[in-house]
């Protein structure tokens, strides 16, 4: 990857590979987790726990192939599991429907199952070697025949295990290949020396590409797009440009909500139904009620809850704040540590100054206040229900219900002093 970051904790939807894996995982049903990671990958571990607190970590101090890998679970392998999966976290768009497939087919008996795929083009892959519709090996390209590199049924890499035979298949995986490592696809061989079944399954290439670079990273993140895509429109989401909206790996979307193009999320957002969210608008970490309005260009920042039939309009940023039932920010504004009360409106350029270089603080908006335009709020305060804010204003100190607050100096017009001051400066000019 050339990269500081280690391969697996590179992002796909604002989600780790590894992540993406462990919570396919955990949707296909496994009750327990074992990673086997590399030495001094502390970072690696913090992400296992993230998503799995209970999970085993184990150390593979060598690396001298895909069976030892396993092998290095050793522990975990031994407790007697129905069935193990053993995926790849540099494989992030692999489904659960595919993992919970090969588990039924080790309970229709086979002992070990792997998943394949057609590929478009097999060079460098290991073939599935089938008879009669069994799987009989796995060959690996370096390895392969003549004849097994015509296979276009590709290894995915990924396999299922038999829990009660698994250490005694692994412990008998040698060596004796071209890169003199313990092959995990040797497995099948094993087995089918003890006459033991071996299966294998399909997936969609897609499904099982692996992420080796940037150019494999931004295949697999065009690839979740595009299955985003094609599922929220399905669930009754209208998309003005569909190519042009990128979605996290955790937005939930309520039917009849519209995104125009250039939306993009980031992790951890909500919209409920009715949502309208116009062009080129940001949003992460934000929840936004129903029939609310957002955008063009507006951004919604981690924290902002906006409730039904609010607007926020364009040029507009929020961050951390709650913007109740029908209030509206319509242009121009940042409204940052703040609550906004029911019906409130916030004029143009209005700003909430919330940072003092070491703290944040909170505005209070109440329901019905109306902020003129171009007025700073200097947190913390609170404008009180129904008031009124002047045009212009900076307000340092509460606003009582329904009074008026005006906050900016006083104006003075002096007649005719334009026509003096121009024909004062004319001469220098000329």
């Given at each position: 990857m050339r990269s500081s970051k280690t391969k697996v904790l590179h992002e796909v939807a604002h989600?780790?590979?590894?992540?993406?894996?462990?919570?396919?995982?955990?949707?296909?049903?496994?009750?327990?987790?074992?990673?086997?990671?590399?030495p001094d990958r502390a970072d690696v571990a913090a992400?296992?726990?993230?998503?799995?607190?209970?999970?085993?970590?184990?150390?593979?101090?060598?690396?001298?192939?895909?069976?030892?890998?396993?092998?290095?679970?050793r522990e975990a392998v031994a407790q007697g599991y129905d069935d193990i999966l053993v995926c790849f976290a540099d494989t992030p768009l692999i489904q659960p429907e595919s993992l919970a497939k090969m588990r039924l087919a080790l309970q229709d008996g086979a002992s070990v199952v792997a998943l394949g795929f057609e590929a478009t083009d097999p060079a460098g892959y290991g073939r599935l070697v089938t008879r009669d519709g069994a799987l009989i090996a796995i060959r690996e390209h370096k390895d392969a025949?003549?004849?097994?590199?015509?296979?276009?049924?590709?290894?995915?890499?990924?396999m299922a295990l038999d829990g009660v035979k698994a250490l005694e298949i692994l412990d008998q995986i040698q060596n004796k290949n071209a890169q003199k490592e313990f092959y995990l696809t040797d497995a099948v061989e094993v087995a089918q020396a003890h006459g033991l079944r071996c299966?294998?399954?399909?997936?969609?290439?897609?499904?099982?590409?692996?992420?080796?670079?940037?150019?494999?990273?931004?295949?697999?993140?065009?690839?979740?797009q595009r299955r985003a895509r094609v599922n929220w429109m399905r669930q009754g989401v209208t998309m003005r440009a569909p190519e042009t909206v990128y979605f996290a790996y955790d937005t939930v979307l309520a039917p009849d909500v519209l995104l125009e193009p250039n939306v993009v999320f980031g992790a951890g957002v909500t919209l409920e139904t009715g949502v309208t969210i116009l062009a080129n608008s940001h949003l992460?970490?934000?929840?936004?009620?129903?029939?609310?309005?957002?955008?063009?260009?507006?951004?919604?920042?981690?924290?902002?809850?906006?409730?039904?039939?609010?607007?926020?309009?364009?040029?507009?940023?929020?961050?951390?704040?709650?913007?109740?039932?029908?209030?509206?920010?319509?242009?121009?504004?940042?409204?940052?540590?703040?609550?906004?009360?029911?019906?409130?409106?916030?004029?143009?350029?209005?700003?909430t100054c919330n940072y003092d270089g070491f703290s944040k603080f909170k505005t209070t908006i109440g329901a019905g206040a109306f902020v003129g335009s171009n007025s700073a709020l200097v947190a913390p305060v609170t404008i009180g229900e129904g008031a009124y804010v002047g045009s212009g204003s900076v307000i340092t100190h509460d606003v009582a219900p329904h009074s008026l607050a005006i906050g900016r100096g006083r104006q003075v017009d002096i007649p005719d002093w334009a026509t003096q001051f121009v024909a004062k400066q004319q001469p220098k000019k000329s």
């Open positions: 989600l780790s590979m590894l992540g993406h894996v462990l919570r396919t995982a955990k949707a296909a049903g496994a009750d327990a987790v074992a990673a086997v990671i590399g992400e296992v726990s993230r998503f799995e607190p209970e999970a085993q970590i184990f150390i593979q101090t060598q690396r001298l192939g895909t069976a030892h890998a396993v092998l290095a679970a025949t003549a004849a097994e590199l015509l296979i276009r049924h590709c290894n995915a890499g990924l299966a294998y399954l399909l997936a969609p290439e897609t499904e099982v590409m692996g992420v080796n670079d940037r150019v494999q990273l931004a295949a697999a993140e065009h690839e979740f992460a970490g934000a929840t936004v009620g129903k029939n609310a309005s957002v955008g063009p260009f507006a951004r919604l920042r981690p924290g902002a809850d906006l409730g039904a039939d609010t607007k926020v309009g364009n040029f507009v940023e929020i961050k951390s704040a709650k913007i109740h039932e029908g209030a509206k920010v319509s242009h121009l504004s940042y409204i940052g540590d703040a609550t906004i009360g029911a019906q409130a409106n916030i004029g143009a350029g209005t700003i």
